[in-house]
C-alpha cells in the first residue's frame, strides 16, 4: 500500500520550534517532488512549503520563510519540515504531499499531488 506518513506534531509555545516528518511508505520519495500544506481552524488549506526532485529548489510562502526550512533525506526516505519561531498563527494540521516529478522542474504549492498524508496537528500556544 503506497502512502505518506507524517510525524512530529504536538503542542509548542510561541517562539517554539518543531520538526515534521513525512516518510512514503511503499514507494520511494526519491523521484518525487514533496510538499508542506496546512489547514488553519475554520479556514482552507494552504501551501507552505515544498523541494523538488533534486532537493535543489525549495519554495515558501511569504508567512513562514526565514523560519520553516523544508529538506530532504534520500536514505531515510524523509523530508523534513523545520519549524522555527512558531507564532499561534502557524496551528493548524500539517499535510505532506508528494508526486512523481521531472526531474529539474521546480515544486508547486497547489493540489497537484498524487499522494497525501493523514496531517498532523500543530498547535502554537501559551
Known amino acids: 500500500q503506497l502512502q505518506l506518513v507524517e510525524s512530529g506534531g504536538g503542542l509548542v509555545q510561541p517562539g517554539g520550534s518543531l520538526r515534521l516528518a513525512c516518510t512514503g511508505s511503499g514507494f520511494t520519495l526519491d523521484n518525487d517532488a514533496v510538499g508542506w500544506f496546512r489547514q488553519p481552524p475554520g479556514k482552507e488549506r494552504e501551501g507552505v512549503s515544498c523541494?523538488?526532485?533534486?532537493?535543489?529548489?525549495?519554495i515558501y510562502a511569504d508567512s513562514v520563510k526565514g523560519r520553516f526550512t523544508i529538506f530532504k533525506d534520500n536514505d531515510k526516505n524523509t523530508v523534513y519540515l523545520q519549524m522555527n519561531s512558531l507564532k499561534p498563527e502557524d496551528t493548524g494540521v500539517y499535510y505532506c504531499a508528494a508526486s512523481e516529478w521531472k526531474l529539474f522542474s521546480p515544486c508547486v504549492l497547489s493540489n497537484e499531488y498524487d499522494y497525501w498524508g493523514q496531517g498532523t496537528q500543530v498547535t502554537v500556544s501559551s
Open positions: 523541494i523538488s526532485v533534486t532537493g535543489g529548489t525549495t
